[in-house]
């Protein structure tokens, strides 16, 4: 008796190893992350307005996306802002590597000054 019990602990001990993580009572298949409650390195490089000189495009198209039900028709005009945004920033970014100015991207404030200098939205 003493040895089936002694089998059954070991048998369930193996079980909880392979099927459950010691510190985040997860399975191993599943993620046993801190929950930090940031968004992921990429993600927040995305978000960020010195990096990302398109930000307002891209939510713009994004809210028409979930107010319209997903119904990309519907949502074109905001598409091809988005992507006239890209272009002109892109245009932008490869001349300045050209003439050799650092960084490549200008930060938000510089495109700010950069687009009042314009008089109008290129896009």
């Not at 968004?39 to 198209?61: H, K, T, Y």
């Not at 994004?62 to 006239?84: A, V």
């Amino acid at each position: 008796m003493a040895e089936l019990t002694f089998q059954v602990l070991v048998e369930l001990m193996r079980f909880t190893s392979l099927y459950c993580h010691p510190l985040c009572n997860s399975s191993p298949t599943s993620a046993c992350r801190k929950k930090t409650g940031r968004m992921p390195v990429v993600a927040g490089r995305l978000r960020d307005p010195d990096i990302n000189p398109c930000l307002l495009e891209s939510d713009a198209s994004t809210r028409c996306m979930d107010e319209y039900n997903y119904d990309r028709e519907r949502c074109s005009t905001h598409f091809l802002k988005y992507k006239n945004c890209r272009k002109f920033w892109n245009s932008v970014m490869i001349q300045r590597r050209r003439d050799g100015v650092k960084p490549s991207m200008p930060a938000a404030a510089e495109r700010d000054i950069i687009l009042q200098a314009m008089g109008k939205m290129p896009y």
